[in-house]
DNA sequence: TGTTAGGTTAATATCGACATTTTAATCCTT
DNA sequence: AAGGATTAAAATGTCGATATTAACCTAACA
């Protein structure tokens, strides 16, 4: 990555801090913990804080400094809830849209996410396979062709994967992966055919059902 | 108004500024014109444009200063696109949820606006007439009860006024209102009804064709 | 014993100044 | 005279310092 200034990076490894749970909910941003965290002077890191303020995961408090957003069930429910619908509507406009090349990317990721599936649940990188499970998704919704809308599902994916970290900080090791295969394999088949309200009832379910597990922990 | 930092002043007046046309598309934003402006110094400031960065109303090149995010008519109609889908989404969540007090509001925001339309029509007072055509479709979507697709919605809305404005510069108080009227009273009527697929086409269409006007000035 | 008032400590918000980088203007070479 | 290199000017990014504000602890009083 090339020079950039120090916002910047403070802003990348805060928000990644906040996303894993480094950061707890409603924890006290102190200045000069964050000084020494990330090595910066308090500048920086205020045009940092001042971003995730926009991206709603810290809350500032006038003269009070800054905090991790609270979290809660309502919150946890809405957003799961509007990304169901998000998806729900970009799923639907892609299968209105999508071209050739957009049928070979979901194959060829829908691949990849099979092929790693056993090997991650052996040894238990989550992380990665969300990675893959992510670009999965992507390559289907990426065909609604939309800049815009893709930016808003992806605003909401941020914001949920901190109660989907929180999850899996609790249960470790311990996924529903073959049931989540299955999902993806009757996806892809109704994307693929063109089959638009069974795509988007999958898709709905798809992101509320394993909402509903989370709702358990708050 | 409480005592609030000077970021969030700045913020609030440079967001206007932008979103007016002030400051138009592709303008630099020199640190020294804005301390000038807006009376502060350069932090307060670089927070404020980290926060306008976020919602991309301004662009950030490294050790080059900030600009005014360029305007495009790809990205226009992406936008517009993207708003009559959420918002036909709201109003049909709307629908769904909404209860009598949902009911009895938006019957009050009609007859605010409609009573007002004619007065404003006269003496061209279109940004007082915007608010009221903002209260009134807020009304509606409100009922879907979704704090975070009703952002979703506002932040679209915000980015979307920027070329709003850029009309309404041009074709000052040469409103199409009564056709713009009439489709509020299809849709309230439809709204009350719970007729669902006709409001959620109704709404459609009240965004889209309005930003097919848009499309010339580009 | 509970509460409030006062003083102490700590943290925040902002400014001015400096180092670094970019932009421009000028000058030299061909 | 044109193009590139060099120098001057301006603007950006960052830090340290300071004034202001909130939080905390202690102690006196009801």
């Not at 102190?30 to 205020?46: D, F, H, I, W």
């Not at 045009?47 to 995730?52: D, G, T, W």
């Not at 999508?98 to 090997?119: K, P």
């Amino acid at each position: 990555m090339p020079q950039e200034n120090s916002a910047a990076k403070v802003l990348f490894h805060l928000k990644q801090d906040i996303l894993t749970g480094f950061f707890v909910a409603g924890h006290k941003l102190k200045m000069s913990a964050l000084k020494e965290r990330y090595q910066v002077g308090v500048n920086p890191l205020r045009e940092a804080l001042s971003q995730l303020v926009v991206m709603q995961l810290v809350q500032v408090h006038d003269q009070r400094g800054y905090r991790v957003c609270p979290v809660s069930q309502t919150e946890l429910v809405d957003i799961y809830d509007t990304r169901a619908h998000i998806e729900s509507l970009c799923v639907g406009l892609a299968i209105e849209r999508g071209d050739e090349a957009w049928e070979a990317n979901i194959v060829a990721a829908a691949y990849r996410l099979q092929s790693n599936a056993d090997l991650l649940k052996a040894d238990g990188d989550l992380q990665a396979w969300e990675k893959l499970h992510q670009g999965f998704h992507y390559a289907i919704v990426k065909g609604c062709g939309s800049e815009e809308l893709l930016r808003v599902r992806l605003d909401l994916y941020e914001k949920a994967s901190r109660y989907r970290n929180l999850w899996l900080k609790h249960n470790a090791g311990h996924g529903a992966f073959d049931v989540n295969q299955m999902e993806h394999e009757q996806l892809v088949t109704a994307v693929l055919a063109r089959d638009l309200e069974s795509a988007k009832k999958l898709i709905f379910k798809h992101i509320i059902v394993p909402s509903q597990v989370l709702q358990g922990l708050l």
